[in-house]
């Protein structure tokens, strides 16, 4: 288990700052998987996040940088990852992944995960949970607390174990 290294944080209203921290995360995940996949090459990879990091791992298995990026800001993000990392990758799973909707009415590009890892990926957004179901104003519930106890993780387990 490797704890992506980034200063996650709840305010998204911090516009840049926010941003910044995020980049940092992208960052780390990519530099991790990248140096697992070449370093042992045997290794299966799973790929896990819920709410913010759920987000990370989102982009982080996108093939391309989001075009709704700003020109300016475009060069200090990572490239995806190369396409043969993708065959490390066994699975992705994601909890309460935020909703393209929830992203864009936070100044946040929408998560497109890439061709290569979609159908490895299991994307669980609870009953009522307003941060990924696409509900506009969306804020955190109780069902966006759950995913602990509320059987996902169980499916997320099964699921991934079926992908190594």
């Known amino acids: 288990m490797y704890p992506v290294n980034y200063a996650a944080s709840s305010d998204f209203g911090s516009g840049i700052d926010f941003a910044r921290t995020f980049v940092d995360g992208l960052y780390d ?9 070449a370093n042992c090459p045997n290794t299966r990879i799973v790929l896990g996040g819920y709410s913010q990091g759920a987000a990370l791992a989102g982009f982080v298995t996108s093939a391309a940088i989001p075009k709704e990026v700003p020109a300016q800001y475009v060069e ?6 190369p396409p043969q990392i993708a065959n490390h990758v066994a699975a992705v799973t994601l909890f309460g992944r935020p909703s393209n909707q929830f992203l864009t009415e936070n100044g946040a590009p929408p998560i497109t995960i890439g061709p290569l890892y979609a159908p490895k990926t299991i994307d ?3 009953p009522d949970d307003a941060i990924c179901n696409g509900v506009p104003g969306g ?7 759950a995913y602990l106890t509320n059987g996902m993780t169980n499916d997320a387990a099964a699921f991934a174990v079926s992908h190594l």
């Open 29 to 37: 995940a990519g530099g991790h998987i990248a140096s697992t996949a």
């Open 76 to 81: 200090y993000l990572p490239k995806p990852l």
């Open 124 to 126: 669980l957004c609870a």
């Open 139 to 145: 804020q955190p519930s109780f069902a966006h607390l």
